[in-house]
């Protein structure tokens, strides 16, 4: 029987304490059991979840467009900072990938980890060296070679991370 994906992100946040971004992720599509993870890490060990999506769409909601380009990350980075916490848990990213906000998510998500731990779903797949989202030709595509970061596959199929070692469930 595979190990819940809670366990296996609980089990690799000691991974990231080492890294210069203290950056877990947990690839997986919709549905594949992402926010319920992150709910029972925050339940059981009082760690705050973010909805981005939700608290982002809050606060740019009165900029214009340019605006929010260039306020978004410092909106982000003071949403994490508001939770005082060392660890914090992200959930709904897609906002961070529109084309309109001309973001890059990963390089967002590893500037929020230097000071924290962060752990944070990401909606799309790994493939043991290949961090991506959507599908080529989609106009939010991105393709990470190598992330820095501990990546948790949501799947309960052997999965590696970025440095080789294997996520067993």
Sequence with gaps: MAA?????LLDRLPDAAGLYHRLVLAVGPARSGKTEALTELATANGWPRINVNL??????LDLTQKQRAVR????????????AADTVLLDNLEM?????LSQDPLRLL???SRNRTIVASWPGSFDGRTLTYAEPGHREF???PSPQAVVVSAYVRLATDHVGQQDTP
């Excluded at 608290?55 to 740019?60: H, M, N, Q």
């Excluded at 961070?96 to 309109?100: D, I, K, P, S, T």
Aim: aromatic share 6%.
């Design 72 to 83: 978004m990350p410092g909106i982000l980075d003071d949403v994490v900072r508001a939770e």
């Design 4 to 8: 819940p994906l809670s366990i296996r």
């Design 110 to 112: 590893q500037g929020l």
């Design 142 to 144: 991105r393709k990470y």
């Design 96 to 100: 961070l990938f529109a084309v309109e």
């Design 55 to 60: 608290r982002l769409a809050e606060r740019l």
